[in-house]
């Protein structure tokens, strides 16, 4: 007989924001609680907080804290899994000492966990999303940066440390743009939505004739990737151009996906997926055009269900796996 | 208890010889027989003289075709291992609706499996080579093409048809020099043996000063990765700055390989490998400077153990596998 699988509180750690659930063991939401991280605090100070808002969120769900199975946090950034540490994140940059998983330990008297965002996300999507039932499967986040997860014979792979599935710094064109991470020419210089802002810029920089031009207001600097949504939704040319172009270098790093684990299913989340096909038909195309015959016919490349729970969810997959209640 | 493990014929499928031999359970090759593909005369007759090359492999080995569990041949090329198929290969261009799984089993009345070359080299090299212990490792033959295999939590992972795992055909450099392949960019048409042969030619063909000249009797276009190794070796300035550049492309798609696996091992077989350190020193270099620390601090990037019986003994060990004899 399957044991019983308790509640968890799982937590996606932003660098603007948490956001702590409790969540059963169907995927379902008990509570769910925001709070600033005001990173610049430092570690001490966010920690306090994290674990007043995870207090909060078991108070809210009529939970008490000896039914919770165990805590799970979902962190953008380079993950040392074995050792509950950040080892590198771009929005806490002083936390690659800490051992967050044993602090959370400590205080609650439970099981704690730490994986990337990113293969939270996918594993979320496997259980209770776009990948149900899926044993080979890759989820990639467009969002400001790009980020990702692999399910692999049905089960999440993190890699030997924690940090596999680090889509985004796939270096597709080598000496490329610089990107968030210091490297040049990744996915995410290319296809993500800041990448994409800085498209759009350029573009205006040069001169070009856009309605994106009025909606910034002539401050070109503070163009992002929604304005760019906006405008290629009303056929901006230039929008549109820079669309096709994001979409182009993303379906490349789709081929290189497709070329090297052959997977069913490729689900894309994020918040620049959510302008939907504009950006996935293009992508689609390129990767169809990039990658062999064979394993291009066999994935199919699908929006995220669960956008933008995803992280939250697979967090609380993870936890719940752990306790060994499910497989 | 374990079921004993028969042995098996495993056979090297390439695109001017085969090469077929019976292993035992413990890796051993009881006989060793090269045959010429002359794959020019069609598949008809190739297939035959594919079959007689196994029945000497078995009558060599002194085996009867009774002891024998499987045949498992390794072929280069994109292999639908559901069905037995290849279904694109440079070097069979006529193959793609042959059932030669099939027609094999048939013939000797024993389980018949195809596989990717890459894919079983990588197998090869976990069961009895460099990757022995490890559970997370990928191999790369760099030679005239570039190929791989992915070992994932212990075991070979073939993706959903049996195409995963070409790493050869990552784009690192979008819309860079042809590859073989057709598309522009791969990692191929940046490190492999025909890369740096392309590489020293179009310095030749500059006018740049070098002992590659007189190596081929100024016929640029005999020239080959194994004269560049011979005159890098001798400390010429060209061939050692191709030999460079081919290692720079290496290392970041190995960087790429680190980021998407988070490997403990990366065993690099192939003839190109051959030169040693002199490429592996400057590739394990640039992977540093490209993939994220804690990844790149993991991962140990060594030569292959059974380099170039690789491929033929992971066959060996796949059919001995699908015996059941062995997880």
Not at 272 to 300: I, N
């Amino acid at each position: 007989m399957k044991r019983a699988v308790k509640p968890v509180v799982a937590v996606d750690v932003g660098g603007t924001k948490f956001i702590a659930a409790v969540v059963d063991g169907g995927g379902k939401m008990l509570s769910r609680v925001y709070c600033p991280t005001c990173a610049e605090q430092g570690p001490e100070r966010v920690i306090k907080r994290l674990a007043s808002t995870i207090s909060q969120a078991v108070k809210e769900s009529g939970a008490g804290m000896k039914s919770i199975g165990g805590i799970s946090l979902a962190v953008a950034g380079i993950i040392d899994i074995k050792r509950g540490l950040i080892t590198s994140a771009p929005n806490l940059p002083d936390w690659s000492n800490i051992r967050l998983g044993e602090i959370l330990q400590d205080e609650f008297e439970v099981p704690a966990f730490l994986l990337n965002d990113g293969n939270a996300a996918a594993l979320g999507e496997k259980r209770f999303g776009a990948g149900k039932g899926v044993d080979n499967l890759i989820y990639i986040t467009v969002s400001t940066g790009i980020g990702g997860g692999l399910i692999i014979n049905g089960e999440l792979f993190n890699g030997t440390d924690g940090s596999a599935g680090e889509i985004g710094h796939m270096i597709v064109l080598a000496d490329g743009p610089e990107c968030n991470c210091g490297q040049h020419g990744c996915l995410e210089a290319l296809a993500s939505g800041t990448a994409i802002a800085r498209l759009a810029r350029e573009r205006l920089g040069e001169g070009k004739q856009s309605i994106l031009n009025e909606m910034v207001g002539g401050e070109i600097e503070t163009l992002t990737a929604e304005h760019v949504t906006k405008a290629a939704k009303k056929q901006d040319t230039v929008a549109l151009s820079v669309v096709c172009e994001a979409a182009y270098y993303l379906g490349i790093g789709l081929s290189n996906l497709v070329n090297l684990f052959n997977p069913q299913v490729i689900v894309i989340g994020g918040g620049v997926s959510a302008m939907g096909e504009m950006l996935l038909s293009p992508a689609r195309k390129s990767m169809q055009e990039h990658a062999f015959k064979l394993p291009a016919s066999t994935v199919r490349v699908v929006k995220s269900k669960l956008n933008p729970d995803a992280g939250i969810l697979g967090a609380a997959a993870w936890a719940q796996q752990k306790q060994g209640g499910i497989k």
